[in-house]
């Protein structure tokens, strides 16, 4: 995807307009990321591209080498640098394309898009995912494998298993079975592993997939 990087820089600096409008209060907001707030979810946007591969080791064996443990431990500490350094980091990262070592570049894209929905949609924020920022995310959410999928609750293809999910107005699909209707933001957030409502799904498969992909 010879557009990529424009991709990434463009979702990047998206969400750092909505970062340098927020209230300090607004900065502890409860995200879509587990126990992260919108701080902590920035912090990890900030750090996670340019942390030092032995820091980014020690906080795997701190944690016992659980690897969301160690991104939650590194995510709070990395917050408590504040918004200011936070947004300064976010910047750079967008100006120079930065992304953690060993991870394919498309995976800068997914953690762009979705640690956005875990940030506006909290806070009220909403702004519908790009056509062209939509299609690799979604793609790639499907095909990932093990450790991918790690952060993420699991594979995607099993969460989808005997349904298929249509994204509306995105002309994207995936799977086999009773068909589910969503919005592009609610589709990927069950790509990835997050809520999603019942009221969000349509379709004669909508109360089989909030099953499967209910807490």
């Known amino acids: 995807m010879d557009d990529l990087p424009s991709l990434i820089r463009a979702e990047r600096i998206a969400l750092i307009e909505v970062l340098e409008t927020l209230e300090p209060q607004e900065w502890s907001t409860q995200s879509l990321c587990g126990a992260w707030t919108v701080q902590g979810v920035a912090a990890h946007l900030a750090w996670a591209p ?4 032995g820091e980014t080791l020690a906080g795997l064996a701190k944690a016992g080498f659980r690897l969301n443990k160690a991104s939650a431990d590194m995510a709070v500490r990395a ?3 504040g918004p200011e ?13 930065a992304k953690p070592r060993g991870v394919p570049e ?4 997914v953690d762009a ?8 949609l909290p806070l009220g924020k909403p702004r519908p995912v790009p056509v062209e920022a939509f299609h690799p995310v979604a793609d790639f959410s499907t095909k990932a494998r ?3 999928t790690v952060s993420v609750g699991g594979s995607a293809r099993k969460r989808l298993a005997g349904v298929q999910l249509v994204a ?8 086999q079975g009773p068909e589910v209707r969503a919005a592009g933001d609610a589709v990927l957030r069950i790509l990835n592993g997050r809520r999603v409502e019942r009221e969000e799904l349509t379709g004669p498969g909508a109360d089989q997939l909030h099953a499967q992909v209910s807490p």
């Not at 910047?91 to 394309?97: H, L, M, Q, S, V």
């Not at 509306?168 to 799977?175: F, H, I, K, L, M």
């Open 50 to 53: 340019v942390a030092p591969v």
């Open 113 to 120: 898009v979705i640690h956005a929905l875990d940030i506006r």
């Open 106 to 109: 498309i995976a800068a894209l």
């Open 146 to 148: 093990w450790p991918m």
């Open 79 to 81: 917050a408590e640098r």
């Open 168 to 175: 509306e107005g995105y002309d994207w699909s995936y799977g």
């Open 85 to 97: 350094a936070i947004l300064a980091q976010l910047r750079a990262n967008a100006a120079a394309n």
